[in-house]
């Protein structure tokens, strides 16, 4: 990359000398160093060199109302004014967290009434695991504490997060998952369906929920776990037979199901919640992302009453985090649903824009590169294959990331989970930039092309 600013290879020094970074090849970064990203506006980025970036991916997933919103900049100052730092423990509270709890829950599902502040969805899920074990051992079951997930499933990086997700990378640094959680097969029909059509793997996959409730015994479960969409592994969308499966499932067994919603809330699918795009009715919700906008961290557990009540009456929870509901993250947070609310950006993203998205999106499934396009929302996935028939990929070539660079080097944001490229744009992207995105990624499809054919 060129240099017109000698500060860029200043930071990047640092990095080199003085930061671990998370989820990085540190072999790569010390080569080539980081990108060094200075400022942002509206759906795009700056690097330090002058670069403008449009951003596919909202940061990670988290920028729902864009960059540089001033109404969030003026909520965090006026409230680091007014009280920058109070908690929550030991019988004490502050107006921005109980109002910031009362405005998540208007919009959350109906019969959940209560939310647990955290950090991050990390944290979230550690006090999903707290909550779904204390819940059962209040009611005398303390042995219903296994909890069900999924393989290839992102549930965070915190000990209890890492295990709770199905990552096998992270699996194999730090001897996890921890003991009494287990993981069943995802609904990625592109991937592992093999012969079978989409509607009967999904319910093969959704299957997969009730042999594992019957093996381990109903009475050793606590709960099953799952991203509505799975985001991190690669934007699955499961079959539609997938969902109304694990509905049947869930209401035969005893069992809790726990969203975790940190992607596909506020939003993202069009709806407020994964859950209510498709008619679940879970009993904990995990948040994070978007409900700040990721202008400051902060996570939290959406509870459903019979749980919250039975949770209330339990006397001491011995939980919390020193951030739980923290003031000005609650603030930020408050901002930021006034603006979905007020600029009606969700109703926006269902009516007009993603649809719009899915559209030109689809266009590129006529890619020679390309063997799915596939999307909800403002979510979408395309697979590159070696062979469009038989879902045949280009063995060891890292196909993915050759193209991750060439959108990287050319102005797009755009993952790489494997060889499927993901996208999840702030939810206020518009229809010009739409199609700056997918002429950006046709562009650089056809350079991947030529790069793997050379
Ligand atoms: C990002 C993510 C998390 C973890 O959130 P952090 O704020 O990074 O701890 C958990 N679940 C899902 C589905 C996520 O996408």
New binding site residues.
Partial sequence: MSNNNPQTQQWQTLSSDHHLAPFSDYKQLKEKGPRIITKAQGVHLWDSEGHKVLDGMAG???VAVGYGREELVQAAANQMRELPYYNLFFQTAHPPALELARAVVDVAPEGMSHVFFT???????DTVLRLVRHYWALQGKPQKKTIISRVN??????VA?ASL?GMSGMHEQGDLPIPGIVHIAQPYWYGEGGDLSPDAFGVWAANQLEEKILELGVDQVGAFIA?PI???GGVIIPPDTYWPRIKEILAKYDILFVA?????GFGRTGEWFGSDYYGLQPDLM?I??GLTSGYV?M?GVIVRDRVAKVISEGGDFNHGFTYSGHPVAAAVGLANLRLLHDENIIGRVKAETAPYLQKRLRELADHPLVGEVRGLGMLGAIELVKDKATRQRYEGQGVGMICRQFCFDNGLIMRAVGDTMIIAPPLVINREEIDELVTKARMCLDLTLNAVHG
């Fill in positions: 990670l997933w988290c950090g991050s969805g990390s944290e979230g899920n499933g992102y549930h965070g990086s915190t997060g997700g991203e799975q985001g991190a975790d919603e940190v992607i596909c995990t994070a992302k961290p996570g």
